[in-house]
Structure formats: structure tokens, C-alpha cells
T-cell receptor
Framework: EAQVTQNPRYLITVTGKKLTVTCSQN?????MSWYRQDPGLGLRQIYY???????DKGDVPEGYKVSRKEKRNFPLILESPSPNQTSLYFC????????????????FGPGTRLTVL | GENVEQHPSTLSVQEGDSAVIKCTYS??????FPWYKQELGKRPQLIID?????GEKKDQRIAVTLNKTAKHFSLHITETQPEDSAVYFC?????????????FGKGTLLTVNP
């Protein structure tokens, strides 16, 4: 079954304790992305990756890191989480056609609800 | 950077009526405009999208129109049903060069009353 998976689904942590949220897709998609969703603010892009070893900042990258060592995985790292990073996080992936520079339909993971105390 | 404005933020209609949600964008180079539906507690899912070389696209009860000159695009849902109740997000992206960001509107909570 084609899917995007995220782990953990729920996480409560404390300020300053490093954490990683994993994201994996089995559709051989080139493009992967992380979003955070907050009430009244919609979905905001944190980081995205066009392919292995190619990552770039979205609109709200501060306090986050990513890596793309393999095509299927795109972990989100919070080196020193703070309470303002309490949010619902979504990973997504899509095809990218380099011939016409087109990003296609985003397939979202189930979400990770993070609480930082 | 790109800015996407979405209106209205909430919309309540009677079952069978039509619903229209509008979005405007700022980057004239944007060329891909998807719409996502998010039911309560679920992940966003694509319902329809349109590219900049097309003015209108329809899929059963759902249609999207794009006006590139005015930089706005709209979602039209006809014959609404209670299961259409959800939050709807528009988005835009500029593919090309070095920027492949996807920018979302803040969402519209659609309630279809039986």
C-alpha cells in the first residue's frame, strides 16, 4: 500500500530535550516536505527536499533541522525544543518531474502531535 | 515570498446548496494550485488541482477556476452534502528556479447543515 508514515504519532517532551520525528514514504517520491499546523494559521512549510542530499528552507525553518540521506526518509530534528514548537506536524511527499519542473500532488502522513512543556 | 489569502474563514450552507471558497496569491510566477480537504482529526487530502495553463477544471461536484490576470482561484462545490463538511485549504507553488515552496491559505471551515 502506497503511504507516508510518521513516528511517533504523539509525543510529550520537555524544553531542550532533543527529539527526532521520522518520516518515510514507499512511493519513490523525489519531493518531501514538513509542515506544522496551528489553529488559525493553516499549514506552514518548515523544510522541503527535492531529492537525496537536497534540502531547502520553507517559511518557518527556525528551530528545526532536516536531512535527506535516503530517498524514502526525511526526518525532522528539533535540537532544543521550546514550547512555541508545540504543534501538529505533517510530513508529505510527491513526485517531482524535473523535465518540466513540476511538483505534483502532495501525499500527507498521519501527523505527529507534539507538546513541549 | 508568496502570500496566499483565503476567504471566507468559515462557511455554513444548507445541504444541496453550492459553496464557493476563494483564494488570492501574490507571486505571478506561481503555476500550480491544489485544494486540500481535511476532515476532523485526519490528514489533508487533495481533492482537485489546477495548473496555470488551464482556466477551469471539474471533477463531478467539485470545480476549480483560475484567473491568472487577477491572481485568484476559487473552489466550487455544488449540491453540497453533510460529508462535505471539513476544513478546505488552498495552496500555491512556484515550480522552477530554486524555489519549490508550497504556501497554504489559512483554511475555510465548511459546515453543511442537513
Amino acid at each position: 500500500e502506497a503511504q507516508v508514515t510518521q513516528n511517533p504519532r504523539y509525543l510529550i517532551t520537555v524544553t531542550g530535550k532533543k527529539l527526532t520525528v521520522t518520516c518515510s514514504q514507499n512511493m519513490n517520491h523525489e519531493y518531501m516536505s514538513w509542515y506544522r499546523q496551528d489553529p488559525g494559521l493553516g499549514l506552514r512549510q518548515i523544510y522541503y527536499s527535492m531529492n537525496v542530499e537536497v534540502t531547502d528552507k520553507g517559511d518557518v525553518p527556525e528551530g528545526y533541522k532536516v536531512s535527506r540521506k535516503e530517498k524514502r526518509n526525511f526526518p525532522l530534528i528539533l535540537e532544543s525544543p521550546s514550547p512555541n514548537q508545540t504543534s501538529l506536524y505533517f510530513c508529505a511527499s510527491s513526485l517531482y518531474d524535473s523535465r518540466d519542473s513540476q511538483v505534483d500532488t502532495q501525499y500527507f502522513g498521519p501527523g505527529t502531535r507534539l507538546t513541549v512543556l | 515570498g508568496e502570500n496566499v489569502e483565503q476567504h471566507p474563514s468559515t462557511l455554513s450552507v444548507q445541504e444541496g446548496d453550492s459553496a464557493v471558497i476563494k483564494c488570492t496569491y501574490s507571486d505571478s510566477a506561481s503555476n500550480y494550485f491544489p485544494w486540500y480537504k481535511q476532515e476532523l482529526g485526519k490528514r489533508p487530502q487533495l481533492i482537485i488541482d489546477i495548473r496555470s495553463n488551464v482556466g477551469e477544471k471539474k471533477d463531478q461536484r467539485i470545480a476549480v477556476t483560475l484567473n491568472k490576470t487577477a491572481k485568484h482561484f476559487s473552489l466550487h462545490i455544488t449540491e453540497t452534502q453533510p460529508e462535505d463538511s471539513a476544513v478546505y485549504f488552498c495552496a500555491s507553488t512556484h515550480s522552477g528556479g530554486s524555489n519549490y515552496k508550497l504556501t497554504f491559505g489559512k483554511g475555510t471551515l465548511l459546515t453543511v447543515n442537513p
